[in-house]
């Protein structure tokens, strides 16, 4: 009786560490878990980063190409043709050169113009959502985004006042902030460079 209650009292010490070494390799299992799917979840974001910018490249700048087209056969003027002015608060103020004339003309093309925001905000959804990485985006198409969506943004406000293709907008306004930043940046190192090269420049007095 005492030798089982020895043993007994022995696999009671020697559960506790026992255990410990259990809990320590489950948590280091769920941790590789975790990071497992992180690394999962970053590869499908890139896989369908990657995707939608073959889309627009594919099947938006055609489109963009065949309403470029549109607008010169029909010897339209006003459309890009419009001060287009944003804030810090993204707020978007639109002055036509020709008010008249700018209502008439994208009128006369609305539904080639909402067939035209359509694809964008099918395109923008990915990456508003956070389900696509904008961030590679970015790098290959945010530039061409930004100076197209620039003509199309005074049209889209006029028919939707803003309530609608919500995504394209919002993308928009955070690659113009960015692409501002980026040209903000470049400008400040050109004047630094340039105040480098005419720091310390003087005439000595005669004598010293």
Known sequence: MENARTILELLYFAS???????????????????????????????????????????????????FDKLIADRKFTSIGNVELNINEKNQIRITPKDPKKFLDEIFAISHEIVDLANLLEAFSIYFASGVASERTAFDTIGVTFC??????????????????????????????????????????????????????????????
């Open 16 to 66: 506790a560490p026992l255990l410990a070494i259990i809990a320590a390799v489950g948590l280091w299992q769920l941790k590789i878990t975790r990071d497992n799917a992180k690394i999962a979840a970053q590869r499908e974001s890139l896989r369908i980063s990657a995707e939608q910018c073959n889309f627009y490249l594919s099947h938006i700048v055609p489109m963009w190409n065949k």
């Open 147 to 208: 100076k197209s969506m620039e003509r199309l943004i005074p049209a889209m406000l006029v028919f939707g006042e803003g309530k609608y293709h919500k995504n394209t907008l919002k993308l928009f306004f955070l690659w113009h902030q960015r692409t501002e930043a980026i040209k903000l940046a470049g400008d400040k190192r050109a004047i630094e460079k340039r105040l480098e090269a005419i720091s310390g420049k003087h005439i000595e007095p005669l004598g010293t």
